[in-house]
């Protein structure tokens, strides 16, 4: 048994086809669990932040934990701690990293030396023309 299709409908169901597979193939990363940002560092090297469900990653492979994302922005922390003499848990330095993806910025700020729990040693890093 043979269908003959006429090239009228020949063509149609190619175009239909082609209609169904560009559609799926456009919409592979509508659900994509990450999204990469690169940045022009301002004073510090250019970077790419890859944000994930739980991360924050940068280029340079510090991992920031995501604490809160949008369809605007996105935010992350990290901390490091210390055992002094007595074995106790002492914080050692606090990253934080805000990525404003209407402005298209992004700050990455280090706080060390804390003392009656305030930093004494702030660092910011700052990035503009983020793009995706």
Not at 10 to 17: A, D, E, G, H, Y
Not at 79 to 107: E, V
Not at 114 to 132: I, N, P
């Amino acid at each position: 048994l043979y269908i003959y299709f006429t090239p009228k409908e020949l063509m149609i169901k190619k175009l239909f086809l082609a209609i169904i597979v560009l559609g799926l193939l456009l919409s592979g990363n509508a659900y994509a669990n990450k999204l990469s940002i690169q940045c022009t560092g301002e004073n510090t090297p250019n970077a790419t932040f890859t944000i994930t469900n739980y991360n924050i990653i940068v280029s340079d492979g510090f991992v920031f934990e995501l604490e809160g994302a949008s369809e605007s922005s996105a935010s992350g922390q990290k901390s490091f701690y210390k055992r002094n003499m007595f074995g106790l848990k002492k914080l050692d330095s606090s990253w934080d990293i805000f990525i404003n993806l209407k402005n298209r910025t992004a700050t990455i700020t280090t706080y060390r030396e804390w003392e009656g729990g305030v930093a004494k040693d702030v660092y910011h890093r700052y990035y503009s023309g983020c793009r995706w």
